[in-house]
């Protein structure tokens, strides 16, 4: 099973960009995927999730509003497109998939996924 996101870069505050997880080796559309983030010397956080199915979405309440998780099932591609980005955002964004799953279902915490890819490095200016 491989996970790879990609899309990472430096923007300035207020700027957009759209990170991507593309899947294989495994029953993509049976999986959740979940985006995380961690920043030097902090622990790992929760920033959004989707279910199998598309259709059940959750973001961390600091994201809420800004960024949109979706995915494509036909393509084993989810995407986390993240716009008016702050300072705080900066971190290293990994996706990992929880699985398989009976239902359209999300899931939050770091134990509850199965497989990780590598991160992507994005970095907010002020």
């Known amino acids: 099973v491989q996970l790879q996101a990609s899309g990472g870069g430096a923007v300035n505050t207020g700027g957009s960009l759209r990170l991507s997880c593309a899947a294989s080796?495994?029953?993509?559309?049976?999986?959740?995927v979940g985006w995380f983030r961690q920043a030097p010397g902090t622990e790992r956080e929760f920033v959004a999730a989707?279910?199998?199915?598309?259709?059940?979405?959750s973001y961390a309440g600091s994201v809420s509003g800004r960024f949109t998780i979706s995915r494509d099932n036909a393509k084993n591609m989810v995407y986390l497109q993240m716009k008016s980005l702050r300072p705080e955002d900066t971190a290293v964004y990994s996706c990992?998939?929880?699985?398989?799953?009976?239902?359209?279902?999300?899931?939050?915490?770091?134990?509850?996924?199965?497989?990780w890819g590598q991160g992507t490095q994005v970095t907010v200016s002020s």
């Open positions: 989707i279910g199998n199915g598309g259709s059940s979405t």
């Open positions: 990992a998939a929880a699985g398989p799953l009976g239902g359209d279902y999300v899931r939050w915490a770091p134990h509850d996924y199965d497989y």
């Open positions: 080796g495994l029953s993509f559309s049976e999986y959740a």
